[in-house]
C-alpha cells in the first residue's frame, strides 16, 4: 500500500537542508548516525513497545519496566554496545528505572567521591551490574536543605565501624530512585559523628540488602533496615516505573572503609581529616553532573512536544473569522497559534545549543576537578543549577501549553502530551527544587557584583566588568531591523541582568543580617537569577551563529529561530527592561512588532524544523504527532483499541444505569 504523506506540502514548504539541520541538531554527523542508530534499534524491537503503559496497574507496570530494563542490559552485551550508546538506548526507550540513578547518580557519586582504592574496588562491580545501586540523599523532613540531614554515622573505634542510625521519622531516606525495590546497594548521606563530635554531612557506600547478587532469590533487607517505596506518583505510568524509595536504619553497623573518602577521612583511631585542598563542596558534586545531564536532556523532551503540536497545527483545519462554515484556516496559520507554539520551537533548539555548551564547561570542570583546581566549580555550580531550573521550568510549561495547542486532542493520553507533562513535572523539583537552585545562582550573581573592584568576573558573569557601561548606556534601536542582530541582543539582556543586579545588591546591603536581607528579598532574587540565566542561553545561541554552519538555508533558519527565542523573551519581560530604564516603550513594542515579522518567516520552515529533530513515531508515541499526518484514521482507531471499547456494556451498567432507566432506585 502506498504511504501516503499528508504533510508533504509543508515539507514541500522548508526553505532549508533538512538533512543538515539534522547534523547541527544532533550536535555532529557521528551523533546524528549513533542516535538514529539507538532510536530505530528500540523501534524496532517489540520488546521496547510503550503504547498500553498507561493502561497498566502499579505492579504490571512496574515487572514490565524491569524486563524493557533487562532486555536493555542483554542488547548491550550482545551487541557490545558502548557506553556511550547504551546511554542513548535507554534514552530511547523513554522509561525512567533503576539504571537511570545506577549509570547516572551512584556511579558518579562513587567516581567523584571514592578514594582512588575505593574506585577501584566498587567500580568495575557497578559498571558489571553485579551490583546496583541509588542516590539516598533526601529524607522525609529534609530535601531543599541538605545540612539539615539527620542520619547519623556514628564512629566505633572498638570495632572500626560506623554505625548509621535514623533517630526520628523524618530522618527516613525519602524518594531516592532505584531504592524502594530494585537496588542492593546505596550512596547514602547521613551525618558525621566521631568522638561526640559533628562534622557535617558525607557519603558513604553502604549496602542495606541480602541480595548482594541479583540472582539471589531472597531479596529481604539486611537486619536493621526498613525499605520500601514511596507510593503512587502524579500520572499512570509516568514516572511510576521507578521505585522511588523510603529507607530507615537502626544502628546498622558498617566497615570504616565504606565512608567515601576523597573529601574527607576518619583514621582508624578515629582522627577526623578534612582534605586541604578538596572544599566541601565536592559531596554536591554529583549534584553538578546531573543538573548538567538534565540540561544536556532537557531540549528533546520539549522538542517532542513541539513536535507534536506543530504536525498536528499544520493538519487540523479551523473556521476562519469570516466563514463560519467553511473550515479553511489551519491551525498552525493563526497568529495566536504562532505566537505560543514558535517560541516554544524556538526554546527546544536554544535549549539544545545551551545543553552542548554546559557540557563543554562540566567537561573542563571534571578535568580540573581531577587534577585538584577548584578554581571554576562556583562557575559551573551556579551555571547547572540556574539552567537546570531555567529549562526544565520552560520545558514542563511548555509541553502542557503544547497539549492545549492540540484543544481536545492533546488531552488524549494517545497524543503522547498527558504522559509526557507527567513524566517530566518532576524535573521542576527533582536535583534541586527550581526556585531552591535559583537562589544559589542569585547569591553567586550578588557576590560577583559585589566583589567588582578586586576580583575579576570570569566566564558567564564576564559582563558584570562592564557594569559602568551597562548601567549607564541605554538601547541604540530605532527600528524593528535593529533588533535582529546579535550583539544588540546579548547587549539588552546583559544591560537588563547587570541593571537588576545592582539594584538588588544595593537593597541587600541596607540590611544588618545578610541573611535576614536575602530571605525578604528571595522573590526579587530569583527575577535576578532568572535573568542573568536567560542572557546566558541567548548569548551561547548568538555565539552558535557566529560558527560555521554548512548547509543551504540552515544558518538563516537558525538565526530567526534565535531571534524569535530572545525576542520573545523581551516582550514576556518587557517589564524588567522597561523598569530598569533600558528601554522605552517605543523600542519595547518594536521589539514586538519585529517578532512578529520574524513568525511569518518561521511559518514555512516549521515542519522542517521539527522534522530535523529527527523523532521516531515510536519515540514521539503520539496519533496527532505521526510522521506521515495521516491523524484522523489513526485517532479513530486508537478509541477502539482502548481496552474500555472491548464491550458496549460496562461493569456496573446492569447493576447502576437499568434501575435509573427502570426507575426501580428502591431495589438498590
Ligand atoms: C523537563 C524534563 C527533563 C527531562 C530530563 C531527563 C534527563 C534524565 C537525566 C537524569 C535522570 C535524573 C533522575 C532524577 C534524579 C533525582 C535525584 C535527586 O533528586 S538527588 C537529590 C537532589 N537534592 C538536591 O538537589 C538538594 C538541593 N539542595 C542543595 O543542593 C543544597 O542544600 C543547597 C545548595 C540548596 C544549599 O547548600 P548549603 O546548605 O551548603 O548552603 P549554601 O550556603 O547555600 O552553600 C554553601 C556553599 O556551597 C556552594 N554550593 C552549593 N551547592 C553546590 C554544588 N552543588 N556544587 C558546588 N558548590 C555548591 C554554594 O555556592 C556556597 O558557596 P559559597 O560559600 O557562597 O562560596
Ligand atoms: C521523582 C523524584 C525523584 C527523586 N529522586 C531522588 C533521588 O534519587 N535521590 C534523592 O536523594 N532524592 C530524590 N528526590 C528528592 C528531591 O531531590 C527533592 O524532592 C528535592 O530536592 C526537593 O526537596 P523537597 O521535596 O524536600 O522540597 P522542599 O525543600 O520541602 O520544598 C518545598 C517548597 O519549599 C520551597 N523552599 C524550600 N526551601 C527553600 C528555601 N531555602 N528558600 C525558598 N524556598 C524554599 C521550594 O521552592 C518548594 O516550593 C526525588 C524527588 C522526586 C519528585
Redesign the pocket.
Known sequence: MELVDHLRDERNKAQFDVEAMKVVWAGSPQELQLCDRMANLVANHPAFEKLKRPMLVRKELFKNSLRKAAYARKLVIDLGLSEEEAKWLRFYIDE?TYP??HW??FIPAIEGQGSEEQKEKWLPLSRNMQIIGC?A??EMGH?????GLETTATFDAQQDHFIIHSPTLTSTKW???GLGKVSTHAVVYARLIVNGEFHGVHGWYNYYSFSFFLYLEDHSPLPGITVGDVGLKFGNGAYNTMDNGLLRFHHVRIPRNQMLMRVSQVSREGKYMQCDDVPR??I??T??S?RQ??VA??SR??SRAVCIATRYSALRRQHSSSSLVVPCFLMIDYQSQQSRLFPLLASAYAFKFVGEWLKWLYTDVKQRLEANDFST??E???S??GLKSL??SA??DGIEECMKLCGGDGYLVSSGLPELFAV?????T????NT??M??VA??VV?TVSEVGYKEPLGTSSYIRRLNTLLHNNCLVQTGEDWVKGDRIVEAFEARAARMAVTCTQHLAKFQDPEQGFSELSADLVEVAVAHCQLIVVSKFVEKLAQDIPGKGVKEALEVLCYVYALFLVHKHQGDFLVTGYLTPKQASLANRQLRILYSRLRPNAIALVDAFNHTDHYLSSVVGRYDGNVYPNLYQAAFNDPFNDSHVPDGYHQYIHPILNQTLAKL
Request: negative net charge.
Open positions: 525512567p537511570d540513578l547516572g547518580m542516590y540523599q533526601t530535601g531543599s536543605n541538605v545540612q524518594w531516592p530512585g563542596q565536592l554536591y558534586g549534584m553538578v546531573v545531564t538534565i536532556m532537557v523532551t520539549l566549580l562556583p559551573a555550580h551556579a547547572t543549577a529549562t526544565t520545558t514542563v517530566s513535572v518532576p524535573a521542576c527533582y536535583e534541586g527544587d531552591v537552585l537562589l544559589q547569591r553567586f557576590k
